[in-house]
Structure formats: C-alpha cells, structure tokens
C-alpha cells in the first residue's frame, strides 16, 4: 500500500503540482451502467469509519510529521464578503511561511521548504493573490462557477473560470449543479463538468460536490464518478456554506470511488475534504483513513487538499506542544 | 524515526499503550491467585498451580491455583449457602447489585481493557472499544431484568446454584454473558474462567467484592478441564452454561445427562459470508475483515466461509487481496493493528495444519506480504481460495484467522450451500436489495443473521446456535429463561412407579369386534404395515386382550423421519393454515368422543368420566394451541444502532416425541400439538402400554387436512425406539416423557447432532392442568430462536 508512484511514471508532460508530476485525469465518456450499479451501505460505511480511529494511531514524532505534511496539502482558504486586498496578502504571508522558523528547525524540518498547498480565495483576488505569493511555488486556487450555491447561467461560470485562470489561478475549485444530481440527470452533470474542465485549459480543477446538498450517500458516490468521468482532477466534498460539512463517512465513499475509477482507468485523481475540518486530531483522521484506503501516494499535495481557514493554528499549537512539551496558545503563532 | 523520516515515509510509528496498572495490581498478588470462594482468594486444597501466560512475548503473567473436585465442593457449597439470602433479596435489591457491577465495569474500563489484551493477546483496540463497554452493557441490560423480574417474571423462580464455564477467546465478555443474567435473576454461581485467560475473572472477582457483592454469590474456580468437569459432575449445581467446542459440549451433554440439570451450550461454527452481485462492494469487503480478522479469527461466529456470486468473485477477491495488504499485525498493547497473537502454540499449529491441510487439497492460499511480530505467537491473515464444499477446510472450524472462499451461482445455491454445514451459529447476507436478503436471512440454519453486517452483539439481543452449534440463548429476554424456570413446573413430583403389567386371562383371545380392524403404524399420511410385520399385545387392567397394535422398529422409525424430513412445506405453512388444522383436530377428535371414551376406559380401566374429560381437555389442548398457533410472536430488538434486531420464532424441524403412559391420550396431544402449531414436523412414539389409543387417532389425522409427513406415528417397544430417534441424526429435537431412564436415554443420546431436548426427568406432569401442561414453556421448547439484525440508513 505505501508504495510510491514515481514521478512521471504515468507519463505525463503537463507540470504537477508542487513539481511531483502524475498524468492529469483526461476523463472519459460518460458510462451510465457503471455508475448505477454503484451501490454504497451507509451504516457498513459509518462502521468503517467509527472503527477506523481505533485501529490507526499516530503518536509523538510521528503525529509532528504528519501534521507537517497536512500544513503542506492545506488549500489555506478565505471565502467571505468582507475580505479585502490586504486580508488576502496576509493570508498569502502565511502561506509562505505557515510554521515560526524556529519550531521548524526544532523539528529538524527548516531545509523542506514547507509552505501550504495553495491559498484559495474568490476570483476578485486572485490577481493580488498570485501577485503575494510571487517567487513561491504556491499555486493560487478560485473558487468559481458561481460559488457556492452553482445557479449562475452556464455561460457566465465558463467566463468566470476563463478569467480566474488569466488571472493566473493554477487551479480552480467548481461546484456542480446539485439539481442534476438530485435528479439523476447525470448526462446534464457530466457535460457541466466536461466544459469546466475545458475552460480551465492548463489549470486543475476541483469539483466541489456539495455533499451536504446531495444528502445520500449514494448521490455522492455517483456524483464524484461522473464528475471524475468527465476529468475533474480533484473531487471535494463541500463549499462550507452547506448545512453539512465533510464527513469521515463522504469522504470514505469519495475515496472508494477514486480507487474504482483508478482500477478501471489508470488515472489517479485527488481529493479535497473542506470545511469543518479544524483540528489537527480531524486532520489525522482524513490522512489515516487516505492511508489507509488509498495508500501513501495519496498523502502528497498533488493528491490530498485540505480546504481550511482555522485549521493551520491548531496543527501550529500542536507542533510547539511538542517541542515544548507545554501545551501552546493561539497568540504564540503568527495569525493567517 | 525523527520528525523529518515520519514527513517523508508517512509511517504510523509505535502507539503502545502503556501497562503499568496492570503490572502493579498483578505485584499487588505477587503475581499469584487461587480461586475466589465466598469473597476472599484462597490455594488449592492440594496447593497446585498453573501458570498463564501472555501470547504475545510468551513470557509467564501469573501463577493461578489449579482446582480439584475439592475446591469445586467449597465454591458450589459456598453458592448454595448465599442463595437463598440472594433470592431473597428480590429482583429490585439485586438489581442494585448489578448496576453497581456495571458501574464498576466502566470506572475499571481500561484496566480490564489492558489485562484482558495481555492475557488473551487480542488488540487493546478491541478490548477497549467492544469487550469491555459490551461487559458493562450486559450488566446495565441485566440490572434492569432483575428491577422488573418480581411484576414480569413472576410466575418463575431461579434455578440456583448455576456452573459457568467460559472459553478464552473472550474471557471477560463471556463472564458477562453468563454471569449477568445468572446473579440478576436470582442464581448463585461458580464460574470457571479457561485455564489460558483467568485473570480479568479474577479481577472481576475482587472488584465485584469491593463494590459490596455478598461473599459466595460469584466465586471463580481456575484451573484446567478436570476441574470444569468436577463442576459438570456436582449434585448442587441446577445449572450448566458452556460456551467453547463442541467437542467439549458434547461431552458435558452426556455427562449431565438424566441428572436434571439445565443446560446452556454455546459452541463452534463455520458460519457463512455470503455477498450477491448487487451489494456494496467495499462495505461487504470490509465486512470480511470484521468477520475472520476481529479477534484473530478466534470467534466461534467469525464468517468463516465466504460465498460469492459467481458473477463477481474474481473482482470481490482480488479487491480483498488488496486490503489484506493493508492490515497489520502486532503486539496486543500497539494501538495501530488489527490483528494480535493467538492465544498458544498448540491452536498456532493446529490452525497452520488445517491450511496445510487445505493446500493440499487443492487451495490456493494467499498470505500478504506484511510484518509479524518476530517473537510470540501469531499468524497471518490468510485467505484460501478455490476450496469446494468436499474440502477439509471447508467444514473444519479454523478457530483462527484463515477465510475459505466459494462461489455461488443463485439465491438457492447461496443457501444451499450456506446450510451445508453440521453447525448453525451466524450467518451474514451482502446485498442492497431487501427483498433478496429478508428472503435469504430466514432459509439459514443459524441463530444469529447480519445483515450488511457482521459480528454485532447486544446484551438485549439473544445470542445462540443451531444444530451443532448448541442451544439456549445469552441475551435479552430470550436469554433471562434460560436462568429461571417456572414455578408451576417446578413444583412436579416423582412420577409414582407404574402398576404392574397384569398377567393375561386364561381366555387367550379378545373379544371380536365386528369387522376386524388392524392398528399399523402412521407415516407420511399414510397407515402403513410395520416393517418387521410384528404386533404387540394390549392388555386391559384386567388382564383381557384388548387388541393389536404394530410393533414398530428401527426401520419403521427411519422412514417416519424421512416422511417428516420431506414434509418441509409445514415449517412455512401460514400460521393461519396450521392454526385452522389444529382446530379441525379438535373437532374431529370430537366427533369420535364416544369412541375415545370407551378405548381409554377400557384400557387404562379409568371411570368413563375421567375417560370422559381425558378426551374433553385432549379437545382444549388442540384448541390451545390453535389459539397459539398464529400469536406465540418473536419480537423486534431495539439494539444500540441504526436499526433493528428481528428475533423470530422458529421451528426447530423434525422432533421426535416419546410419549408416556399416564393419561396417554392427553398426553399425546399435550406434547404433538404445541411442536405442530410452531410449524415442527413430529415422530411421536405413543404409550407403549396404550399405544392403541393413538393409533384410534389416525383416522382424526386422516380427516382433518394434516399433510403427509406432518405427524408420524410409530407404536411398539418405547425405549427401542426412543433409542433410535434420539440417536437419529436428521431429527433436530427429542421431547421425552415418562420415565427417568428414557429422560436420561435421551439427552445422552442426543450428542450425535446436539439436538434440543426436553424431558421430564421421571417427575410426573399434571396433564389436566394448564399451568403445567400448556402454554409458553412448551412453545419454546417448539422453537428456536433467530435474531436477524438490520442496519439501515441510506
């Protein structure tokens, strides 16, 4: 399971993410058989994930390196009405520097160049975005398709990803339209997606499922293979404006998904779990069971996000407790 | 590893869960123990010692005192001294008691969690997170059986002094199951904890002391089989609950034999997993780690056998390969596996001989290529593919961490195979159509069905076996009988020796009847002629002849199983339609009183009234049971989950009925009535004296709709052919009444297939008496138990 898929071995040409390049999901027609026979038990599925956290622990030096790695797949995330140029400098500043230099040369990490997989924000600033994390390989990342509730005409959602990725945004996070799903047209969410990812041209996208939205297990399940189908490069659980964030239980069927469609295709496709997820202990959790499903390879930022905004000054109070052995308070870190 | 490896390699690390509690509670007994009797730890008598060990390091735990038939004298003497004073506590005193061991249970969590890992070698994930809070549950659940036994269970009083005997594979759990119900309700009990795995018993002891339980209500004896079998032997105990092999459950059947003890017996299995095409894949995957890895496969009701629709085996068990690559295997206190050791040596080479066994056969095993402790004593996770029903594996319980896989082509043949088996614990059915697994769930011949799921208990959810796999239930209301026993039937006195059989009238021959009428034998609907074409005599009190009646034998017996074996039909009839049979039972029945009331008169001498109201309650007694016929309900369980546990009254399939002399009409219909309205098909043996009165009956069962096969008859010698029957490995049950030696006969002879049996000891039953002679106790006698759990949820 921990094996790693080398660099390139997929042979790919387009440049990955961080620089760790595996071919882009190229998508495939849209097989409606495969994707009603998918079938998901919910309370088999809960059970999984309840049992999980007995079964996996990580402790100690272990968690710290663990933890440093989930700062680095952190899509380090601000999606309000009030943010402004400056707020999001500032959560570009963080991004570049997300741990105080001297935890990391305590933890013996000073030289990885560690810094969160990208920094996510509204269209309105991915300009000024690009332009603060300039001379990092931080990738910006727009939310868009008129984000979050996905009503907007389709022809204003293609325009709207077109000008984030001339904006310089390298990777666009879309929602689906939750109709189609919740009626089952999933020939109308298959071309949604299929143009998405055509206006995106050269930037990754991430489809958003608005799992909350969806309710069923089932619907989600469907729902991430079709979106795979038609080449999302990362599935996502949720806007955050939902009444349900991301769950254990989403996420395992998200990630049973991706293995299938793996099997069945070759591609390897990523998955980011966002909202609600604010504690290093839930942070453990997600890796554990990414692991634990999927294998180490899907623990790289190419392949693993995690869309947070107070998540990275929990993991900081974490990694100062342990290097201290003191338990830390949030006004020793640097705020986002 | 330093911080910097751990960012690269992503490994889990060591997450050991720390002993020291432990460690110091065992130095606090110099790491040394003997038995707990009336509420101190005391030495052997003889001062002998076994040692145990942990399985994961193979390094001694503790010395533990090796019980003889002595000490098993002072721990049931001491149980039977704290009784009565225990009974009259009443069931809200009591159920004090039991919520205070519950509490107890939970502030002593994790140092039974981590004991019960060293001593048993299973994951601390396990002990931690199911045995122990299901430990504390069954205390909870029982407290409150004894707060309502004085208004729900009235009519029933405690057995007494109970023997537990419990295996290792969850030694705390198991005390639970037994214990809880057995002080809740009223028992006493001597228990004895597997000589590999006695120290959570042990501690339990000396909590259970502390949190103010009266000394000899729960005493422990340690030590080895010898000593489980002086427990067995002993005149003061009521009561034996067993739970490990069948081998050994066998033995104890035989050995309580006759002796009037009650019996519990919780034993091996081979149960199936069976996945259709349209279940979820990945949930049913993982549902083969939670069936055979949970507990190293250590499980008396792990899915052992898997069975696949054909259609999606090769994908099914390629994807679980893949996720056996995925698990880990380590020592029992890392809280990053899921597999511990296995409990000794001797079960390590037994499970890697079966393998081999299974190899050689023409298996193919896959084992992945992960680590295992270098030390100790574990196996891997291994699955063996390509294994056909005719296989060793395929029948043998592993008792370890080893699937066997078929394929399955229908439904039927999902079953079919399913049931191929001498044993009937559990069974879990895979599939997302509901009309396909509610139709699968009660065709198996197990005790316990999953659905979606595996492995899930519940302290208010009845727990038991089919055929091999034993009987009783542990666990809610099902569960709590099994400690009580009605007040009515208790209060049965010996049975008053028969008059002598009187000597026959020089006049050698009966007074001839009209038209000559010859009383053959009734099998599969019809009257058939003996097979050794033998009568036998029947002889008034007065010593006339009174007629002929088929002198059945062993043959005869073999074709009535056989009829009743076909007439399956009956098992699934609508209970509106067995109702409705029984009722024109009554009525044709009493059509021919007058016919009745001169055969009983004339042969058992009694006054023509009391022929008379023989053949009047015989009439009620069909009516009873008609009545009962579509209302003796199973229930629905309310387990701790998304959900629901059906429990549905089975019938148990074919018995065999031994009938005895007194009030042989009555009698008879008192015991075939209850098993055919629970949807049993019955072997009855009538009187051997009276025989000819059932033999009267055969044309009531010729008008009144029963179907072929339903109810066979077979006259002659009683012990011969009670003999016979109860040897018989196609009959599923024995009811034998009338003598103490037949009673005994019986249950010794049922081992064969472990079939359910109920006797009555040579006490006389009161067959005019409904409290007695009717009702509840003889239906579930008729029945066995199936609890199907449903977990639902989209």
Not at chain 2, 186 to 211: C, I, Q, W
Request: charged share 25%.
């Amino acid at each position: 399971m921990s094996e790693i898929i080398p660099m390139g071995e997929t042979g790919t040409s387009a440049p990955g993410l961080h620089g760790n390049a595996i071919a882009r999901n190229p998508g495939q027609a849209l097989e409606l058989d495969w994707v009603n026979e998918i079938q998901v038990n919910r309370s088999a599925v809960e059970r999984r994930c309840t049992t999980l956290g007995g079964r996996r622990s990580v402790k100690k030096d272990a968690q710290a390196g663990w933890l440093l790695k989930a700062i680095t797949c952190m899509d380090l995330t601000t999606l309000n009405g009030d943010d402004t140029a400056a707020r999001v400098r500032r959560l570009c500043a963080k991004a570049r520097q997300p741990v105080r230099p001297d935890l990391l040369e305590a933890l013996g990490v000073a030289d990885r160049g560690i810094t969160t997989g990208a920094v996510c924000v509204y269209h309105r600033f991915v300009a000024e975005a690009v332009d603060a994390l300039d001379g990092t390989f931080i990738p910006v990342a727009a939310v868009s398709t008129g984000f979050p509730a996905g009503l907007s005409p389709h022809d204003t959602k293609l325009r709207e990803i077109e000008a984030s990725v001339a904006d310089g945004a390298r990777e666009i996070d879309i929602v689906v339209t939750r109709e189609h799903v919740l009626t089952g047209n999933w020939q109308a969410l298959y071309d949604e997606m299929r143009d998405f990812r055509a206006a995106c041209g050269e930037a990754h996208v991430k489809a958003i499922l608005a799992t909350g939205d969806l309710r069923t297990l089932r619907n989600v399940a469907r729902a991430s293979m079709v979106c795979m189908m038609a080449g999302a490069d990362f599935i996502k659980t949720s806007t955050g404006k939902e009444t349900a964030n991301a769950t254990l239980p989403v996420s395992l069927v998200m990630l049973r998904m991706i293995r299938h469609y793996q099997e069945r295709t070759g591609h390897l496709v990523g998955f980011k779990p966002a909202g609600g997820i604010s504690t290093a202990k839930d942070v453990l959790a997600y890796q554990v069971l990414m692991k634990e499903e999927l294998g180490r390879r899907w623990l790289e930022p190419d392949l693993l996000r995690f869309g947070a905004s107070s998540l990275l000054a929990d993991i900081e109070r974490q990694l100062e407790h342990h290097v201290t052995g003191r338990y830390s308070a949030y006004n020793r870190h640097p705020m986002a | 590893m330093s911080v910097a490896n751990y960012f690269e390699s992503l490994d889990y690390g060591p997450a050991p869960e720390a002993d020291t509690n432990v460690r110091d509670w065992l130095k606090s007994h110099d790491a040394s123990f003997g038995h707990f009797i009336d509420g101190a730890f005391r030495p052997s008598k003889d001062g002998k010692t076994l040692s145990t060990h942990e399985p994961a390091t193979g390094d001694e735990l503790a010395k533990i005192a090796q019980g003889s038939a002595e000490d098993v004298d002072d721990a049931v003497a001491a149980a039977a001294k704290a009784q009565e004073p225990w009974e009259a506590l009443g069931g809200k005193g009591r159920a004090r008691h039991i919520y205070a061991l519950a509490r107890m249970v939970q502030r002593h969590a994790r140092l039974f969690a981590v004991l019960e890992a060293l001593d048993n070698g299973k994951p601390i994930r396990e002990t931690r997170d199911l045995d122990i809070p299901l430990v504390a549950r069954h205390f909870y659940h029982h407290a409150g059986w004894a707060e309502l036994q004085d208004t729900e269970l009235a009519d029933h009083k405690p057995i007494g002094v109970v023997g537990q005997i419990i295996p290792w594979n969850f030694p705390l759990l198991m005390l639970a199951w037994k214990v809880a119900p057995a002080l809740a309700l009223g028992n006493t009990v001597v228990l004895k904890p597997a000589e590999a795995t006695p120290l959570t018993a042990l501690l339990f002891a000396e909590l259970a002391a502390r949190s103010g339980l009266p000394a000899g209500v729960l005493n422990v004896i340690t030590g080895d089989g010898s000593t489980g079998a002086a427990l067995v032997k002993h005149d003061g105990v009521g009561k034996i609950a067993f739970t490990g092999s069948t081998e050994v459950g066998r033995i104890i059947r035989a050995e309580t034999a006759g002796s009037g003890k009650s019996l519990t017996l919780e034993l091996g299995g081979k149960s199936p997993f069976i996945v259709f095409d349209d279940a979820d894949m990945e949930s049913a995957v993982e549902g083969v780690v939670d069936a055979i890895w949970f507990n190293q496969g250590q499980v008396c009701c792990a899915g052992s056998r898997l069975l696949v629709h054909e259609g999606i085996h090769d994908r099914f068990i390629a994807r679980l390969k893949e996720r056996m690559n995925s698990l880990r295997v380590g020592h029992p206190l890392d809280k990053a596996i899921d597999m511990g050791a296995i409990i000794e040596q001797s079960q390590l080479e037994r499970i890697s001989a079966l393998v081999g066994k299974g190899v050689e056969e023409g298996a193919e095993a896959y084992v992945p290529d992960i680590a295992t402790p270098d030390r100790g004593c574990f196996y891997p996770p291994t699955l063996l593919t390509g294994v056909e029903p005719a296989s060793t594996v395929a029948t043998e319980e592993i008792f370890g961490p080893v699937m066997v896989a078929m394929s399955f082509r229908t439904p039927d043949e999902a079953v079919e195979l399913a049931n191929n088996t001498r044993y009937g614990l559990a069974a879990s059915v895979w599939s997302e159509n509901m009309n396909l697994a509610l139709d699968i769930a009660p065709q198996l011949k197990a005790g316990v069905v999953w659905v979606n799921a595996t492995n899930l208990f519940d302290a208010g959810v009845g727990f038991g076996g089919y055929r091999e796999s034993g009987y009783g239930r542990e666990g809610g209301l099902e569960g709590a009988y099994e400690y009580l026993k009605p007040k009515a039937w208790a209060a049965r006195k010996p049975r008053k020796p028969a008059p002598p059989v009187p000597v026959v009238e020089a006049t050698d021959s009966f007074e001839p009847m009209a038209v000559d009428r010859t009383a053959k034998l009734y099998v599969g609907g019809k009257q058939v002629r003996p097979d050794g074409n033998y009568s036998l005599t029947v002889i008034s009190p007065k010593g006339k002849v009174i007629g002929e009646m088929g002198e059945g034998n062993r043959k005869d017996i073999r074709n009535a199983v056989q009829a009743a074996r076909k007439a399956s039909g009956w098992a699934t009839a609508s209970t509106h339609l067995r109702a409705q049979i029984l009722y024109y039972l009554g009525e044709n029945l009493s059509a021919r009183t007058g016919e009745f009331v001169a055969r009983l008169s004339a042969m058992t001498g009694v006054k023509k009234s009391d022929a008379e109201r023989e053949v009047e309650t015989a009439i009620d007694r069909f009516f009873t049971y008609a009545a009962w016929a579509d209302k003796f309900d199973g229930a629905v369980h309310s387990p701790p989950l998304r959900g629901v546990a059906l429990a549905m009254n089975e019938p148990i399939g074919v018995a065999g009925v031994i009938c005895p002399d007194e009030a042989p009409l009555l009698s008879f219909v008192s015991l075939v009535a209850p098993l055919m309205a629970m949807g049993n098909r019955v072997v009855a043996v009538p009187s051997e004296r009276y025989g000819l009165i059932a033999a009267d009956f055969y044309q009531v069962l010729e008008t009144s709709d029963v179907p072929a096969g339903v109810i066979n008859i077979v006259t002659g010698y009683t012990k011969e052919l009670a003999k016979t029957l109860a040897d018989h490995d196609d009959v599923d049950a024995i009811w034998a009444f009338g003598g103490s030696d037949v009673s005994e006969m019986a249950e010794a002879r049922s081992v064969g297939n472990m079939k359910r049996t109920f006797v009555d000891n040579g006490l006389a039953t009161n067959w005019y008496d409904p409290k007695v002679a009717e009702g509840r106790l003889f239906l579930r006698n008729a029945v066995q138990v199936k609890n199907i759990w449903i977990p639902y949820g989209e």
